[in-house]
């Protein structure tokens, strides 16, 4: 309703503004130039007749109204007049538009910050005609406020992790000096003991690698702004390789490799990034398989996508933990804490850099077998 008494009254003043210029327009023409509309008017629209008057016995003239004339130079100016009124209307609405416009806008901006610097009800900081609006704004707040809960709950989980890892450092640290320092000031030392010694300090200077590694995580685990550098990858060499390198790390666990894949399996995607993801998730299948169990890695072809799987074979993971596996910072055993547990980052960050590269990672366990599976686009989208 208000939209159209705005036009009501918009036209009511276009049209006495018309009539206005209408009527100067009148008075310009009959006390300005009153002779020369005069004389145009006889020449254009005045006929004279000659006419044999027989009672006079001669040749009268007539002036007559060229009506034909006449009508024609009115329908002109008629719809001339029309096409000012129109273009007046428009430069008038359009300008009227504007300046409501930017009174709009002036005055959401004034609700909107009072809504943000005094933290006011919804209902009371925005009218009934821009509730939608304050709808938008609270669920905008309400989503930064939950943003910024998650990210002081990951800060603190950071610091957190730094704290103990940065304890759990001090104690391999000293073993690894201790021993090396006894191996120094004994040379002669007997042979068993020495092996004991050194086969002490090697250990701990692996648990002293893997925190350190830990380390880096933390301080590296933000990807957003990872640049890719894609290329074709021959994804079965990839896997082979990878297999090959971690055989140490299955040997200590008595596992080993079942390599099931493609040997045509390939991708376009950044190679070391994925080398990491494929790490990842394999280290993690060692740490939680059973020993001596095997470690299956399927490989193929499925709907335009390869389709990469590590099935392993441990405790089933249960359905709350599932959910939060890919999650920042989360454990699925806070107890390998101080022994071989990693900072909860490794899969984390293997879900964001398969995401980056237009695919998928997912994970299922059921029956004392997890199986985790990755999704690629074969070609360059």
């Not at 909860?344 to 990672?361: N, T």
């Amino acid at each position: 309703m208000k939209t159209k008494h705005h036009l009501l009254r918009i036209f009511l003043i276009v049209l006495g503004i018309t009539g206005v210029l209408a009527y100067l327009f009148y008075l310009f023409m009959d006390y300005g130039v009153n002779g020369f509309f005069r004389d145009w008017f006889a020449e254009t629209f005045i006929m004279t007749q000659e006419v044999y008057d027989d009672s006079r016995q001669a040749t009268v003239f007539y002036d007559q109204v060229d009506w034909y004339a006449l009508k024609s130079f009115l329908l002109f100016f008629l719809i001339v007049a029309v096409i000012f009124v129109v273009f007046l209307v428009l430069i008038f609405m359009y300008v009227y538009g504007r300046i409501k416009e930017a009174k709009t806008i002036s005055s959401l901006n004034d609700m909107i910050q009072n809504y943000r610097k005094h933290d006011l009800e919804m209902e009371i900081a925005f009218p009934k005609n821009c509730r939608e609006i304050g709808a938008q704004m609270l669920q905008m707040k309400t989503d930064m406020q939950r943003q910024e809960q998650i990210l002081k709950e990951e800060s603190q989980r950071k610091s957190d992790l730094i704290t103990y890892l940065a304890h759990d450092l001090k104690t391999p640290l000293t073993s690894v000096m201790g021993y090396l320092s006894l191996l120094d000031e004994a040379p002669d030392m007997p042979e068993a003991q020495k092996e004991k010694y050194i086969h002490i300090a090697l250990t701990k200077a692996e648990r002293l690698e893997n925190l350190i590694a830990q380390f880096f995580e933390i301080t590296q685990f933000n990807l957003h702004h990872m640049v890719l550098e894609k290329e074709h990858l021959d994804l079965a060499y990839m896997l082979m390789q990878m297999a090959e390198e971690f055989y140490p790390v299955l040997s200590a666990h008595g596992n080993t490799v079942d390599l099931q894949v493609d040997e045509t399996l390939a991708v376009y995607g950044d190679g070391d990034k994925l080398a990491r993801v494929f790490n990842n998730i394999l280290k993690n299948a060692v740490a939680y398989s059973y020993e001596s169990s095997v470690i299956v890695i399927h490989g193929y072809f499925e709907q335009g996508m390869a389709v990469i799987s590590f099935e392993n074979h441990g405790k089933t993971i249960p359905k709350q933990k599932l959910d939060l596996i890919f999650e920042k910072f989360f454990r699925l055993d806070e107890a390998r804490r101080s022994n071989t547990g990693g900072a909860g980052l490794g899969l984390a960050i293997a879900r964001e850099i398969v995401e980056l590269h237009k695919g998928s990672i997912s994970a299922k366990s059921q029956e004392e077998k997890t199986t985790f599976q990755v999704r690629l686009p074969v070609e360059a989208p």
